[in-house]
T-cell receptor, first 110, second 114 residues
Framework: EDKVVQSPLSLVVHEGDTVTLNCSYE??????LLWYKQEKKAPTFLFML????IEKKSGRLSSILDKKELFSILNITATQTGDSAIYLC??????????FGEGTQLTVNP | DSGVTQTPKHLITATGQRVTLRCSPR?????VYWYQQSLDQGLQFLIQ???????AKGNILERFSAQQFPDLHSELNLSSLELGDSALYFC?????????????FGSGTRLTVV
């Protein structure tokens, strides 16, 4: 059975801190790994990673995939209160479904 | 607005009842996915439809069923509801369902079974 594990499950930091969120996976037929941000309702797409070692970057957020060690990290630098959300990692495998991890609840305090 | 429309936004119903959740995918998207998000289980894949046909099935209970209509909207039917069915139900859509290019999620339907 495909499995995605995120850590930590929750994290509280102060504005300006840098955070690293972890995602490890055990799946058959890996195709890509995706990161989502979930605030109040719908998860919103952040990154899709398919190739190992290539960093994806968007503003203060960046992510990288290690296909040999089967994990990904999501970095957020200079955190702001608006970064408070649940960050979801998901792996796309054959059969077109996404298997999600439990998510990391990030709280950024002023 | 993501372009994926789910109705209703909130639903409160009693145990044993049946409800229907509706999803209209983003314009041009042929594939619809249903996910359940409970407090203790994260996002769980239920079922996928592509252009009217069932494409993949996840951990969907026998009491639940879904379909996708010719106009591509989809409905998720939940019957004989139990307290444990209380959750956020998300619909997502994608263009072809085969490449996983970051689904677009709807805002969800929050179901409360009392």
């Amino acid at each position: 059975e495909d499995k995605v594990v995120q850590s930590p499950l929750s994290l509280v930091v102060h504005e300006g801190d840098t955070v690293t969120l972890n995602c490890s996976y055990e799946v058959t037929n890996f195709r890509s790994l995706l990161w989502y941000k979930q605030e109040k309702k719908a998860p919103t797409f952040l990154f899709m990673l398919t190739s190992s070692g290539i960093e994806k970057k968007s503003g203060r957020l960046s992510s990288i995939l290690d296909k040999k060690e089967l994990f990904s990290i999501l970095n957020i630098t200079a955190t702001q209160t608006g970064d408070s959300a649940i960050y979801l990692c998901a792996v796309y495998t054959s059969g077109s479904r996404l298997t999600f991890g439990e998510g990391t609840q990030l709280t950024v305090n002023p | 607005d993501s372009g994926v429309t789910q109705t209703p936004k909130h639903l409160i119903t009693a145990t044993g009842q049946r409800v229907t959740l509706r999803c209209s995918p983003r314009s041009g998207d042929l594939s619809v996915y249903w996910y359940q998000q409970s407090l203790d289980q994260g996002l769980q894949f239920l079922i996928q439809y592509y252009n009217g046909e069932e494409r993949a099935k996840g951990n969907i209970l026998e009491r639940f069923s879904a379909q996708q209509f010719p106009d591509l909207h989809s409905e998720l039917n939940l019957s004989s509801l139990e307290l444990g069915d209380s959750a956020l139900y998300f619909c997502a859509s994608s263009v072809n369902g085969a490449m996983g290019y970051g689904y677009t999620f709807g805002s969800g339907t929050r179901l409360t079974v009392v």
